[in-house]
């Protein structure tokens, strides 16, 4: 059964870069049936997709903040990783990493979620 | 970029009666890339149906989901007490999902 587990500060500072991991089990990262992404949740509010990478390492973002995103992969830890520069409050959110099906696009497994507060 | 518009925001319901939620895109979308999650608090969302209709492994067939183009539906027959909660769908195209807004179904 794959499982997810996000990693990371809680607090990050206005302007500084949020930095999140995901450790991925019972898979391997660089399998062709494998997409990752990164999904945020504001507290109380709804989902939105921040990106994706395939196991080739081709990246996918969101167009509202593909100028401030880089996903990238370690496959020697069986991880992925997030970075989102130059935060402010407004990203404030719980951060889940996920599986995405690599055929229909749907996301099959999620991590339990990490709350990063961006505030000073 | 696919908007996702979901209505009602809100459904007020008893167990027992039927839930129809909505789920409109601002331009036609493959019926394969169409799914819909449901999220209660404190949890991460847990997936229901995929390709629209197809229920994912576990899920009860009192949910189904159903539509094409621009028009999806998820219905629950009948609700039990743990189908409260917040429903979402999400799309895929031009290598972007996106997800509407959610509706709530909570209890009357």
């Known amino acids: 059964q794959l499982q997810l587990q996000e990693s990371g500060p809680g607090l990050v500072k206005p302007s500084e870069t949020l930095s999140l991991t995901c450790t991925i089990s019972?898979?391997?990262?660089?399998?062709?049936?494998?997409?990752w992404g990164w999904i945020r949740q504001p507290p109380g509010k709804g989902l939105e997709w921040i990106g994706s990478?395939?196991?080739?390492?081709?990246?996918f973002y969101n167009p509202s903040l593909k100028s401030r995103v880089t996903i990238s992969v370690d496959t020697s830890k069986n991880q992925f990783s997030l970075k989102l520069r130059s935060v402010t409050a407004a990203d404030t959110a719980v951060h889940y990493c996920?599986?995405?099906?690599?055929?229909?696009?749907?996301?099959?497994?999620w991590g339990q979620g990490t709350l990063v507060t961006v505030s000073s | 970029e696919v908007v996702l518009t979901q209505f009602p925001g809100t459904l007020s319901l008893s167990p027992g009666e039927r839930a129809t939620l909505s789920c409109r895109a601002s331009?036609?979308?493959?019926?394969?890339?169409l799914a819909w999650y449901q999220q209660k608090p404190g949890q991460a969302p847990r997936l229901l149906i995929s390709?629209?209709?197809s229920r994912a492994t576990g899920i009860p067939d009192r949910f189904s989901g159903s539509g094409s183009g621009t028009d999806f539906t998820l219905t629950i027959s009948r609700l039990e007490p743990e189908d409260f909660a917040v429903y979402y769908c999400?799309?895929?195209?031009?290598?972007?999902?996106?997800f509407g807004g959610g509706t709530k179904v909570e209890i009357k």
């Open positions: 996920v599986h995405i099906h690599p055929r229909m696009y749907y996301v099959a497994h």
């Open positions: 019972g898979g391997s990262l660089s399998t062709s049936t494998y997409y």
């Open positions: 990478i395939f196991y080739d390492g081709s990246t």
């Open positions: 331009q036609s979308v493959s019926s394969t890339y």
């Open positions: 390709g629209a209709s």
């Open positions: 999400q799309q895929y195209s031009n290598s972007r999902l996106t």
